[in-house]
């Protein structure tokens, strides 16, 4: 599989809507609709074992692993397998890490996929980046996280390219709507993709485009979702509503980040559920912390996953209902 082909096994997406890619298949000389138009990314070399350009079976199920380690949790990782301290841990220390990551996944581990894991680790420019070319150097804690990081990075920057069909650095707002509506559980997807076609007749929409740096921002709102949704939870109680200077504020104040007018247009868009001007908050929670929970959790990671990515990519307590 591709670089874009790992990003669609762990993020759901839907077609660009700036493309016909609508249908499964293809004829002969039409572009193939798994296929994106990016560039090879050098992050991914570091696991290019066969220096072929494609992710391996066994990249497979050492990058599915490292993905379903929670951005907060980075850190506590690392220090958990750092016997002595030392703020480093060597390459036997981090197959641990992987192994103990492995067993703790939704699905359970089989032996033949545990050695396929380690096999990952012990060879490919994947242990030369790590632990240097004899495998013997020691992982430092800061670039531990930066590694992960980069990684988590990288699935985003090929999710937006997945949308960004023309090259554009921008998406539509119906790409970006998609983008945010994809993890939603079955019972309510349907509801949310009925709000998101209804922008192709709405001309505030007609002109607006999301930049990377707007998509990375949402992205990180995701992240700080707990503080992010006791405010507005705890705002909603005491005041009954919630508007979108409200939530621009709750972003700024809570989280640290500027969310620019036209995200949170296509946020009050899909989530404000009777037209009111104001959010709803439990829907607008339960959909992020979906897409958040469901990267952790990855998909399959056995064979079965593999090919399955390969084949097709294309109440009264709001926390008891959104985070059961």
Same mark, same amino acid.
């Given at each position: ?130 632990? $240097? ?122 989280? $640290? ?38 990267? $952790?959790?990855?998909?399959?990671? $056995? ?22």
């Amino acid at each position: 599989m591709t670089p874009a082909d790992l990003m669609r096994a762990v993020v759901p997406v839907f077609p660009p809507s700036e493309s016909n890619l609508i249908r499964e298949g293809h004829l002969k000389g039409e572009r193939s609709p798994g296929h994106l138009f990016c560039p090879p990314s050098d992050f991914f070399m570091l696991f290019d074992v066969n220096g072929d350009g494609l992710i391996s079976f066994r990249e497979y199920l050492f990058l599915v692993t490292l993905l379903s380690i929670p951005e907060s949790s980075f850190s506590a990782v690392f220090k958990m397998f750092d016997m002595d301290n030392d703020g480093e841990i060597d390459k036997e220390e981090f197959k641990r890490v992987v192994t103990s990551i492995r067993s703790h996944s939704r699905h359970s581990v089989r032996r033949r996929d545990e050695r396929l894991t380690d096999a990952s680790i012990e060879n490919g420019r994947m242990v030369e980046y790590l632990f $240097g070319k004899d495998g013997k150097g020691r992982l430092k804690h800061d670039k531990f996280v930066k590694f992960i990081s980069d990684l988590h990075d990288e699935i985003l920057r090929l999710e937006f390219v997945h949308y960004d069909f023309k090259s554009q650095k921008t998406i539509s707002a119906k790409d970006f709507a998609h983008s945010i509506v994809a993890s939603a559980d079955v019972s309510h997807l349907n509801k949310l993709l009925e709000r998101v076609d209804e922008m192709n007749d709405d001309a505030r929409f007609n002109n607006v485009r999301i930049t990377i740096e707007e998509f990375k921002n949402f992205a990180e709102l995701r992240k700080k979702l707990v503080p992010l949704s006791l405010a507005l939870f705890s705002f909603a109680k005491v005041n009954g509503l919630l508007t979108r200077d409200d939530f621009q504020r709750a972003a700024s104040s809570v989280c $640290g980040l500027s969310l620019s007018n036209n995200v949170v247009k296509i946020v009050f868009h899909l989530f404000d559920t009777n037209g009111d001007g104001n959010l709803c908050s439990n829907e607008f929670v339960r959909v992020l912390h979906r897409r958040e929970r469901d990267v $952790g959790r990855t998909v399959e990671t $056995g064979i079965t996953g593999f090919l399955s990515c390969c084949w097709s990519c294309t109440d009264t307590s709001p926390y008891s209902q959104l985070f059961s």
